[in-house]
């Protein structure tokens, strides 16, 4: 799986973590992550000017 791939690199390049960025109305997607084993730690805002 991707996510796999994705974590043992992480590691590799010893990160400390995997951040990821995902619009609210994405709710089925979220919970697929949540079941992966992230969590939803924080917002983000945005402005455009």
Not at 21 to 46: A, I, M, P
């Amino acid at each position: 799986m991707m996510l796999d791939y994705l974590q043992d690199y992480a590691k590799m390049a010893a990160c400390e973590n995997i951040v990821l960025s995902s619009g609210f109305q994405r709710e089925d997607t979220h919970k697929f992550y949540e079941t992966q084993g992230f969590l939803k730690k924080s917002f983000v805002l945005l402005k455009r000017v």
